[in-house]
């Protein structure tokens, strides 16, 4: 079966930069889009970033010029690259990916089980 495994969250000070990885492996036959989720304390899970295979990306408004998010399609991994941290960014980051898997001609939604960002003096 499909499995993402995130990476790279911690404790960083306002200002700071952190790397999120996400690794997918299983049986998989293609990745879509791939995308980054958070969700804070006692708050919905909100879209933070996507990327198609083609490298084409969308950004929540509130991360714009601070987060990039990337990908390496021969590693099956997205990368979020988050710079200039605001205490405001603290929540736990999911992974997701839209795969197809095989002997299906229809997409499907994976998701990792999520890494902790703390963004705090």
């Known amino acids: 079966q499909v499995q993402l495994v995130e990476s790279g969250g911690g404790l960083v000070q306002p200002g700071g930069s952190l790397r999120l990885s996400c690794a997918a492996s299983?049986?998989?036959?293609?990745?879509?889009?791939m995308g980054w989720y958070r969700q804070a304390p006692d708050k919905q899970r909100e879209l933070v970033a996507t990327i198609t295979s083609g490298g084409y990306t969308n950004y929540e408004d509130s991360v714009k010029g601070r987060f990039t998010i990337s990908r390496d399609n021969a590693k099956k991994t997205v990368y979020l690259q988050m710079n200039s941290l605001k205490p405001e960014d603290t929540a736990v980051y999911y992974c997701n990916a839209e795969i197809t898997r095989p002997f299906s001609r229809y997409r499907e939604n994976a998701w990792g089980k999520g890494t902790l960002v703390t963004v705090s003096t």
């Open positions: 299983g049986s998989i036959v293609s990745i879509n889009a």
